[in-house]
Structures are given as structure tokens and as C-alpha cells.
């Protein structure tokens, strides 16, 4: 099982990739150490880093967000209190090479991984959390409004899913409307009217769309 993230190091000026490769025992993914390797474009080529800090499991190809310098991922911790396992985000430095936890509240720590999805919302790192209940379905969304302060977390909104057919959270858009797929097309939701709008582009079951919040990117979205 591995992971890969892709990042840029501001202080050497060099883009990097970092791949994180567990390997399962009879315990899960429990014991045995993974295996961090650190790929540079002024390097070109693979090099094994021995201490990076890596605490907790990195689900296999765990969607990532760059921020602050950083690739993040949602994980979970291994096992530490019986099964439960708490989920949390995993950042890795791309400067000093080091792996840190951004603890979530506990809400969403009790939730299990798949629920959470990370993403970027104006400059600031957030998670959308799936509820799928009997009595409600939708995505809650938590902003950190002060990166690496675990009280700053804050819930923003929450979007209820009334006729279940919101498949998963995107991105956002200048405007702050959230993009989603809904039956393999993309669509945007205003959180203001709570209505959505077909934008004419398929998504499709394999393919993943990916919406990076860069100013030169997805211009045609705006």
C-alpha cells in the first residue's frame, strides 16, 4: 500500500515527490515500519529518508492538498486503544522533510477516514465530512481558520443532500460556491440559495477531477 504526494521546496527551489509504502503483516499495517522515499528534480532520482517522523497509516492513494509548504493527507493513527483507530491529517514539509499530525476536533476525529475528505478553501486547509445518516445526508465543512491551531477548527456550513444524489465534494470556486459531482457531472452549489447548476462537464466514474486553488488553474470554471 503507498501514498504519494507532490510538492514544491521554497527554500532550495526544487520540486519534489515523496512516496510512503507500508507494508501489511498479520496485524495490518500495525508493525512493520514504512518505507519513505523522497524523489527531487535537482536530484533526479529516488532517495530513502531513514527518520521523517511518520506516526500514523496514509491510506492508499489518499487524495492530497499543498499548503503552507506542505502536502497533506487525511490518515488515521494505528492502533492505540483497542480498534479504535482516531483519523486525523498527516503534512509533510517539503522543506525540512519531516512528517507532522494536524490534529482535528474531535467530531471529526471519531469519524472513519472515508467520511473525510481534504481539501483548500481560500488559503486556509479544511475537511469536508460526509454524513450519511438516517436522518440527515450531506457534508458538513470544518475550515482551520489558524493553520496548526487545533481550536481554530470551525464548521462553516453544512449541505443537506435532500433528493441523495450529491456524489463527492470537488473543490470551490472563486465565489466560495462548492463544486460536486452529481451523475457524473460536475455542478456547482451556492451555499446562499441552496441551489445547484449543471456546468457542462462530465466527470465520469474513473475519471477524477481535480481543482487546485491556484489563480492560473481552471480558469474556465470562474
Not at 457531472?185 to 466514474?205: A, C, I, M, Q
Amino acid at each position: 500500500m503507498h501514498s504519494i504526494g507532490f510538492g514544491f521546496d521554497s527554500i532550495n527551489h526544487d520540486c519534489k515527490v515523496v512516496r510512503v509504502t507500508y507494508v501489511e503483516d498479520d496485524d495490518g499495517f500495525d508493525i512493520v515500519p514504512p518505507e519513505v522515499e523522497l524523489y527531487a528534480l535537482s536530484r533526479g532520482c529516488w532517495q530513502s529518508i531513514s527518520y521523517c517522523g511518520l506516526q500514523s497509516i496514509i491510506p492508499k492513494r489518499s487524495p492530497q492538498v499543498y499548503i503552507n509548504g506542505a502536502v497533506h493527507w487525511i490518515a488515521y493513527d494505528r492502533k492505540t486503544n483497542g480498534s479504535f483507530r482516531r483519523s486525523l491529517i498527516v503534512s509533510f514539509n517539503m522543506c525540512d522533510e519531516l512528517f507532522r499530525q494536524v490534529f482535528l476536533p474531535d467530531s471529526l476525529a471519531a469519524q472513519r477516514w472515508t467520511n473525510l475528505k481534504i481539501n483548500v478553501f481560500g488559503e486556509s486547509l479544511c475537511v469536508m465530512h460526509h454524513v450519511c445518516s438516517s436522518a440527515n445526508k450531506g457534508y458538513d465543512m470544518w475550515v482551520m481558520e489558524k493553520y496548526g491551531v487545533v481550536e481554530s477548527w470551525t464548521k462553516l456550513f453544512a449541505i443537506i443532500d435532500y433528493q441523495q444524489s450529491l456524489g463527492p465534494v470537488i473543490g470551490f470556486r472563486k465565489n466560495s460556491e462548492v463544486l460536486l459531482e452529481r451523475s457524473e457531472n460536475l455542478v456547482s452549489y451556492d451555499l446562499k440559495t441552496k441551489e445547484t447548476k449543471n456546468l457542462g462537464l462530465w466527470v465520469g466514474r474513473k475519471l477524477k477531477v481535480k481543482v487546485k486553488t491556484r489563480k492560473q488553474e481552471m480558469e474556465a470554471l470562474w
